[in-house]
C-alpha cells in the first residue's frame, strides 16, 4: 500500500505542476502524508501489541493512540495550507490543463480507492486505522473533486472549480479530522468515556451489601477499553470470602452493562460515607 501512496504521488505532482492543478497537487500533499501516516499507523500496531511490563504496567496500548493524534494533527496542517492556497488561486486565477488533470485524476482514484478499501474493516474499531482509513477517504474524494473540476475546466474554461472543490472537501476533512483529534485527546487526558456515571453508581447499588459508592475514577486506556476504580462501603458483617464473591458481582455486571473492561475495588465499612461519587 505505501508503495503504491509514493507512486501515486509522485505521478500527481507531476501532473500537477504540469497542468497547473491545485486540486491535484493537493491531492499529492495528501498522498505523500499519507505514506507517512502508514509508516506510523503500521509501527504503532506493532509496538501496541507489546506485553505489559514493569516499567509500562498498562501495556502499550497507547502507541496507536499517540499515532492517530500525530497522524490527524499532520493532516489538519497540511490541510489548511491547501486552503491558504485556495484562496489565493481563487483570487488570481491560472491556466489549466483540464486534459491531463483529469487523466491523473482517474489514475489517482483507482489507486486511493483501492488503498481504502483495504483499510475499511479496520477502521471501525481503531481509532489509528481510522485516522489513516481517513487520510485515504480525503485521497478518494478529493481525486473524484479533481475530476469533476477538471470536466468544468475543459467545457467551460472555469479554471476557478478547481481551487473551490479543494477548499469544500477541506471543509469536510477538517470536520472529520477534529473528532479523531478531539477523541484521541480525551483518551490522552484520561478523560471518561461517554458513560452515565449515575448510572453506574446506581447498577453497583442494586448489590443489597454494597452500602454507598465513592471515589470512582473511569478513563480510557484506548477505544477499547475502559478502567473503572472506586471505594464502596459494604455491610459490616461482611467476611473475605463474601467480598470476593462481591468484587467478582460488580465487575461482571459492569462489564456486561457498560462494557468496562477492568474494574479495581476498595471496600471499606464506614471510611468515606460522607465522600461524593467522584472525590
Known sequence: MTVLNVLITAVEFVGGFVSGSLGLISDAFHNLEDS?????SYVANVIGKR??????????????????????IVLVIITLMMVFESFKRLSQPQHINGKLMMIVSIVGLLANFVSMLLLLTGSKHNLNIKATFLHMLTDTLSSVGVFIASIFVILFNWNWVDPLITIIIAIWLLKEAYSVVSETINILMEASPKIDLDAVQKAILTIPEIVKVHHMHVWMIDENHIMLDAHINVLKNCNMKELDQLYDQVDKMLNDKFHITHVTLQAECSRGLDNSLIN
Request: proline share 0%; charged share 20%; hydrophobic share 45%.
Open 36 to 40: 507517512l501516516s502508514i509508516v506510523i
Open 51 to 72: 506485553k505489559n511490563n514493569t516499567k509500562k504496567t498498562f501495556g502499550y496500548k497507547r502507541a496507536e493512540i499517540l499515532a492517530a493524534f500525530v497522524n490527524s
